[in-house]
């Protein structure tokens, strides 16, 4: 066993030759040190190597964001540096070493270390950035964050195998009782990185790929009762003369959005985006084709700005534009909320001016206080249009493209209840099978 002095330090036996860490072995063994206190060396030696090259402060953030952070050098930036953000010092100064004294090789890459690299290229391909910023979310919840996924996040992706995997899926469905669909959210960032990988050429399959989950562990997804989800017959008359009542009283149009949903059924974001030009009165028809939108935006770090909605050409998931069929009551509210504009001096050729859908949702709330009736989200208003149209034995398919799904399933599974209420459905069932035999 090699021999040292009385001031030989753990660092200085870690950046020994192999004797030397064969006495910070048998140490361990007998309990003189820890494997903490070795970890705690490597990082003493890292930083003093670390810091002999760097010329940025490190520090740590203060107030809710306590990461830390600095800067390293890159040609490709304005300023020739780019900012980086760790969540411990200890991972800030393994960086820096890899920065200054070699990257880490492709087959020992873990997720941490290549989830910037995939975000980038991500963020490259997308139009939008909503559902980039649904993953981030997910991946900073259920990874970054959470203990059960140390291992797998500290494990090179050329190591993690199906069983690993397994366990950790099921480890997460039981801890946070997960639906099938929140599920599939939370292993999209996992299944679209090791995919990445392939393209990369460092894996030659997903084990993603082939894992199978018993989908008897999920929660199960019940459809909620009708009258949590639409409104009823007798509550629609009174919900819309309240919204016609208090547009003609306080001289806000935006209440007269609501009936306008009743009668067409379209979303809260294609509403809120109809101009007048998109009104066909002698074609019976509205035009939607574009949408009052969340808009994402992120910096080079990852940190996602606070959002904003805009008026966009567009439609959700970018889905095709489509003329609805519109009575002539729609007409009449347009050609009202016109002349509510040109009495206020408003010279605009869109129907409604608001920063957020929450204006709306905060009218349809004192619409049916005023009314006396429970108050609902404007949703629940396209799912109650859907109902009365299905309810009424109306083409199918015709439904489907008057609200712009693309598969009839969606209409019907998500979309559909009775509009009756149970006295009514009890007297309709007591006029077929009430009747006592002769």
Not at 98 to 120: A, R
Not at 172 to 200: A, C, E, F
């Amino acid at each position: 066993m090699a021999q040292t002095d009385s001031n030989t330090t753990i660092a200085d036996l870690i950046a020994q030759p192999i004797d030397s860490r064969a006495l910070l072995a048998n140490l361990i063994e007998n309990g003189i040190i820890s494997v903490s206190d070795i970890r705690d060396a490597e990082i003493m030696n890292k930083k003093k190597n670390v810091l002999n090259l760097h010329p940025y402060t490190i520090s740590q953030g203060k107030g809710k964001d306590t990461r830390w952070q600095t800067y390293v050098e890159d040609d490709t930036k304005p300023n020739k540096r780019r900012k980086v953000v760790k969540k411990t010092e200890a991972e800030l100064i393994d960086y820096l070493h890899d920065f200054y004294f070699g990257k880490v090789t492709p087959d020992m890459q873990t997720l941490p270390d290549i989830y910037p690299e995939w975000f980038e290229y991500k963020k490259m391909k997308v139009t939008r950035l909503n559902t980039l910023h649904r993953i981030d979310t997910d991946y900073k919840r259920f990874y970054e964050n959470e203990p059960l996924s140390e291992t797998l996040m500290s494990t090179p992706i050329c190591q993690i195998k199906k069983l690993m995997l397994e366990k950790w899926a099921y480890s997460m469905i039981h801890k946070y009782d997960m639906s099938y669909k929140s599920y599939q959210n939370m292993v999209t960032p996992l299944r679209q990185i090791l995919d990445y990988m392939i393209d990369k050429e460092v894996l030659a399959v997903n084990p993603m790929r082939n894992l199978r989950i018993d989908k008897g562990h999920f929660k199960p997804v019940r459809k909620k009762p009708a009258k949590t989800q639409i409104f009823f017959d007798d509550e629609i008359d009174p919900i819309m003369k309240s919204a016609y009542e208090l547009a003609e009283k306080t001289g806000d149009e935006l209440f007269l959005a609501i009936p306008l949903f009743f009668l067409t059924g379209i979303r809260l974001g294609e509403c809120l985006g109809l101009s007048f030009d998109d009104f066909y009165e002698s074609e019976h028809v509205l035009r939607v084709h574009r949408s009052l939108v969340v808009v994402d935006t992120v910096d080079e770090n990852r940190n996602w700005q606070t959002r904003v909605y805009q008026i966009q050409e567009y439609l959700k998931k970018n889905a095709d534009e489509r003329e609805v069929i519109a009575t002539d009551e729609c007409f009449e509210i347009a050609k009202k909320i016109r002349k509510m504009q040109e009495q206020k001096g408003i010279q605009s050729n869109f129907l409604f001016s608001v920063q957020t859908p929450s204006c709306l949702e905060s009218k349809l709330k004192r619409v049916c206080r005023e009314a006396g009736i429970e108050n609902k989200s404007p949703h629940k208003i396209r799912k109650t249009y859907i109902s009365r149209l299905v309810n009424k034995m109306m083409d199918l398919d015709f439904i489907r493209e008057q609200v712009g799904h693309k598969e009839i399933q969606t209409t019907l599974n998500s979309y559909t209840y009775s509009t009756a209420r149970a006295e009514k459905k009890y007297s309709d069932l007591k006029e077929i099978f009430g009747k006592n035999p002769a």
